[in-house]
């Protein structure tokens, strides 16, 4: 007769998972997030619009001319200051981005593929999305939702 030398588990293995741990484990490179698409600060809002509508972005981020995250374009304001005719389609995007806060006040929260999905859920529930870059954030890999989340959880189950 064998006898174990493992403990027995007294816990279920159908208990619900505390919702931190919806996620088991996964990265953010996990979610297979499509490359990011970026616009430099100078791109005409006719291109953005067309960009974001080809793409069906609603929000597209702007970058200087070393490539580093200025901000980012709100599609849906901006395609309302257009209709309303206060945005010339020759405009720079600079001139309607909003702007990163970048103060000693609000820290740089760095997300890159490596970044737990929990830690992105929190970061998401007062953002409407995450750019995902590399360590230095020299360059934007990815741009991620709360509906990337949603969709991970989907696919995977529960």
Same mark, same amino acid.
């Given at each position: 007769?064998?006898?174990?030398?493992?403990?027995?588990?007294?816990?279920?293995?159908?208990?619900?998972?505390?919702?931190?741990?919806?996620?088991?484990?996964?990265?953010?490179?996990?979610?297979?997030?499509?490359?990011?698409?970026?616009?430099?600060?100078?791109?005409?809002?006719?291109? !953005?619009?067309? @960009?974001?509508?080809?793409? %069906?972005?609603?929000?597209?981020? +702007?970058?200087? &001319?070393? $490539?580093?995250?200025?901000?980012?374009?709100?599609?849906?304001?901006?395609?309302?200051?257009?209709?309303?005719?206060?945005?010339?389609?020759?405009?720079?995007?600079?001139?309607?981005?909003?702007?990163?806060?970048?103060?000693?006040?609000?820290?740089?929260?760095?997300?890159?593929?490596?970044?737990?999905? !929990?830690?992105? @859920?929190?970061?998401?529930? %007062?953002?409407?999305?995450?750019? +995902?870059?590399? &360590?230095? $954030?020299?360059?934007?890999?990815?741009?991620?939702?709360?509906?990337?989340?949603?969709?991970?959880?989907?696919?995977?189950?529960?």
């Amino acid at each position: 007769m064998a006898t174990s030398i493992l403990p027995s588990l007294s816990v279920p293995f159908n208990l619900p998972l505390p919702p931190n741990d919806k996620y088991r484990g996964a990265v953010v490179e996990d979610l297979q997030l499509p490359p990011a698409f970026c616009l430099p600060s100078n791109e005409s809002v006719s291109r !953005a619009m067309e @960009a974001a509508y080809d793409r %069906d972005f609603s929000h597209i981020p +702007v970058l200087n &001319h070393d $490539r580093r995250p200025l901000g980012y374009v709100d599609v849906a304001a901006l395609k309302a200051k257009w209709e309303a005719g206060t945005a010339s389609p020759n405009d720079s995007i600079s001139k309607y981005m909003t702007k990163f806060n970048r103060r000693a006040s609000e820290p740089y929260t760095l997300i890159t593929p490596l970044t737990p999905l !929990a830690e992105l @859920a929190e970061f998401l529930q %007062d953002n409407i999305f995450a750019l +995902v870059t590399d &360590h230095g $954030r020299n360059f934007v890999l990815a741009v991620a939702t709360s509906q990337d989340l949603d969709n991970f959880v989907t696919r995977r189950g529960s």
